[in-house]
Nanobody, 127 residues
């Protein structure tokens, strides 16, 4: 499996962006796909994840409201709609996928759950 992100860029505060993550290869093996972000000098942070099969989403409370994850299985693509962007949202946004399933959705919050990562797409929000 390979995943490739797109859709990043530089925007003004308050703007919206919709990131895409296209999966290829043995996509039928993917169970869940997620988005993480990493700001300069900070650790990678979980943004959201979605089950490819059921559409169940996983998201920390801190990311709810402005960030929405969705999927299009026909296109093997997951999206991250980001609204009302703030300068503190500036980061490299990474897409990841995992073939594993877990009974507790909290497992999908962790980087180690994912076995495939993209190269990332830069999002810069200026004030």
């Amino acid at each position: 499996v390979q995943v490739v992100e797109s859709g990043g860029g530089e925007v003004q505060a308050g703007a919206s962006l919709n990131l895409s993550c296209a999966a290829s290869g043995r996509t039928f093996t993917i169970h869940t796909m997620g988005w993480f972000r990493q700001a300069p000098g900070k650790e990678r942070e979980f943004v959201a994840a979605i089950s490819r099969r059921s559409g169940t989403t996983f998201q920390p409370d801190s990311m709810k409201g402005r960030f929405t994850i969705s999927r299009d299985n026909a296109k093997n693509t997951v999206y991250l709609q980001m609204n009302s962007l703030k300068p503190e949202d500036t980061a490299v946004y990474f897409c990841a996928s995992t073939t594993l399933t877990y009974p507790n959705g909290r497992y999908y919050f962790a980087e180690r759950t994912y076995d495939t990562w993209g190269q990332g797409t830069q999002v810069t929000v200026s004030s």
